[in-house]
């Protein structure tokens, strides 16, 4: 189907081109999404004979859309379709010229125009050809200094489409690279999440670092590797970190529908599950460094599984991530060992089971694919196949374990608040007052106390 033909199976914009007979280009994302067979559902439209505005409301008028103005300046608008699913950005060419504004894009693969009513396609810098020979490729190097997040934008898209980056490029980035710290925080945490959506995250990345953008991201990198390889991980610690991320998707990929609904969900950011979990495995082991010590030969990472939560949840906190993501991401580190732990236990039973999945709740899926993804990175001489089996084994039985129970979980009841414990015990507010609180909620996790009267003789039997 040529381009044309699916701009008339558009319906959206097959009624602009039926209906409206101006000058009109599709252009960026959505032709390339086109071209490569994908859906897309937000859609730049420029328009050469007449003011950006004055379409924009014919448009919403006809469409019953939203006008949203984006940039006044600039004449930027954007149509909120009726199912708010589909959407319209809407301006003029850049300098009234449909070449000029092609030539001011980011990457080839992003500046190609298609007119909606004759199909004749604008593509002065063989976009078409890099989307065949999936390549990803510059315009002009003084795109980059004009908006240095463009730097960043070249990992997102070689994340999401697996595309190869030529050298020619990679130097580019290389000599502007310092440039990253100038755009907002906001729009690099748009850019970085998208990166983490894609299926080739863990070659972005890899091709981040090589091009020495990563550690300007994310400068915990240098510690992560300068962690060896050991008899427990085939890889140093950074490549491990890359590994975890690329087993999640494998994983993920390999998981029934119903599984991958729950990680596709958009919970917290704007973005999926799957995309803050990649994001999670890419940090879970940024504690080790800290905590990395040498006993007999054997390398150890104490609590480093506390200690890498506390750190990631300062570092998102720095870069403005959101609490629900900050407190999600440091969450699946803080507990990424968890599930291996629960079913490593000599008797596992319903009991032991059905406290983690109290504990995790609707985490519990998420926190199993990274805890597998991790199992799966580390490879080292003492790791048997045998030993990974039994692990990704046991671990599948909490998941099939999770998702016959979720159904029946509710949240468990807050039995006595701290005002009513220090009343019973006669006690004031102190780091003990915590302590009972704790043990009086993994006794209801494990099931021990169940109500009030209980939670009250728990409490003046225990023990702190």
């Known amino acids: 189907m040529n381009l044309l033909q699916q701009i008339i199976s558009d319906d959206i914009l097959n009624k602009i081109k039926t209906e409206f007979p101006n000058e009109v280009y599709l252009v960026g994302g959505a032709v390339r999404d086109f071209i490569l067979g994908k859906k897309n559902f937000d859609r730049d439209l420029l328009v050469c004979d007449e003011d950006a505005k004055s379409f924009s409301l014919k448009l919403a008028d006809y469409f019953g859309a939203t006008l949203v103005t984006l940039d006044e300046q600039n004449k930027i608008y954007r149509l909120v379709m009726p199912d708010k699913l589909n959407y319209l950005d809407i301006t003029n060419p850049l300098e009234n010229s449909l070449l000029t504004d092609l030539q001011r894009r980011d990457l080839t693969i992003n500046a190609i125009a298609v007119n909606i009513n004759t199909g004749e396609v604008v593509d002065p810098h063989q976009g078409v050809s890099d989307l065949q020979n999936k390549i990803i490729n510059y ?60 299926e080739f995250a863990h070659l972005a990345l890899l091709k981040m670092d090589e091009c020495g953008l990563l550690e300007l991201i994310f400068p915990v990198i240098n510690e992560l590797k300068q962690v060896p390889p050991n008899s427990h991980h085939h890889l140093d610690l950074f490549n491990h970190s890359i590994e975890t991320v690329r087993q999640v998707t494998a994983i993920y990929n390999s998981l029934s529908e119903q599984l991958k609904e729950h990680l596709d969900t958009v919970d917290f950011g704007g973005f999926s599950r799957i995309a803050h979990l990649r994001l999670a495995g890419f940090l879970h082991d940024i504690g080790k460094f800290s905590t990395w010590s040498i006993i007999d030969g054997r390398h150890r990472f104490i609590k480093h599984d506390d200690v890498g939560s506390k750190l990631a949840h300062d570092l998102l906190k720095s870069m403005n991530f959101s609490n629900k993501q900050t407190e999600y991401i440091s969450l699946m580190i803080k507990y990424h060992i968890y ?44 790791i048997t196949d045998e030993i990974v089996n039994k692990n990704i084994s046991s671990l599948t ?41 704790n043990a009086l909620y993994d006794a209801q996790l494990n099931g021990d106390v169940t109500c009030r009267d209980e939670a009250i003789i728990f409490i003046k039997n225990l023990k702190i």
């Not at 994340?159 to 190869?164: C, K, M, P, R």
């Not at 030529?166 to 999440?193: G, M």
């Not at 089971?353 to 519990?364: A, E, F, G, K, L």
């Open 139 to 198: 315009i002009h190097e003084k795109n980059f200094t004009d908006d240095p997040l463009r730097l960043l934008r070249v990992f997102r898209f070689q994340a999401n489409l697996g595309f190869s980056l030529p050298q020619e490029l990679c130097d580019v980035v290389k000599k502007y690279k310092h440039l990253i710290s100038k755009p907002a925080v906001e729009r690099k945490i748009y850019e970085i999440v998208k990166l983490f959506s894609g």
């Open 339 to 382: 599930p291996s732990n629960v079913m490593s236990a000599d008797d596992v039973n319903e009991k032991i089971m059905m406290r983690y999945v109290r504990r995790m709740d609707r985490n519990s899926i998420d926190n199993i694919v990274l805890a597998m993804a991790d199992r799966l990175s580390a490879r080292g001489p003492e």
């Open 397 to 437: 039985r909490l998941l099939n374990f999770y998702l016959d129970k979720k159904e029946t979980l509710k949240p468990l009841p807050k039995l006595l608040s701290g005002n009513e414990i220090m009343s019973i015990l006669n006690i004031t507010p102190s780091p003990v007052l915590g302590n009972i609180v």
